[in-house]
């Protein structure tokens, strides 16, 4: 099966994992994904991820983070540039999501950084998705 949008399948198969409370999510694995994850963990949005090793391909399992009363903490993902429509900003226009409590995150010449990261490096680039 080939994927036209694979980090488009990444954030559905994390929102559907959390719409069905799982503990865990598998995701086959790339750079911009494992990219991706490192800024959901340091964010706060997920618990953990991790890369599992594998015959035809790596696997990254993410471990989503619930609250006391099993609500997640991710309850928004949004893609915003598609393969079929590309979205760039300059610093100056980064997104601000949920007036600061979201997050949007861009793939930017620094490499794939959160929209506030981005503008403390002064730098734009591609808004890939909003999460809140």
Known sequence: MVISDPIGDMLTRIRNACMSRRLT????????KLAIADILKREGFIKD?????????????????YT???????????????????????????????????????????????GHEAWHQRVGGEVLCYVW
Not at 49 to 65: H, R
Not at 81 to 102: C, E, F, M, N, W
Request: glycine residues 12%.
């Open 68 to 114: 006391q009363d099993r609500k997640p903490a991710i309850t928004g993902l949004k893609r915003v540039s598609k393969p079929g429509l590309r979205i760039y900003t300059q610093r100056a226009d980064i997104p601000r999501v949920r007036g600061g409590l979201g997050l949007s995150i861009l793939s930017t010449p620094k490499g794939v950084l959160a």
């Open 49 to 65: 991820y991790m890369l599992q090793e594998g015959n035809p391909g790596n696997t990254l399992v993410i471990k989503l983070k």
């Open 25 to 32: 999510v598998s995701i086959p694995s790339s750079k911009i």
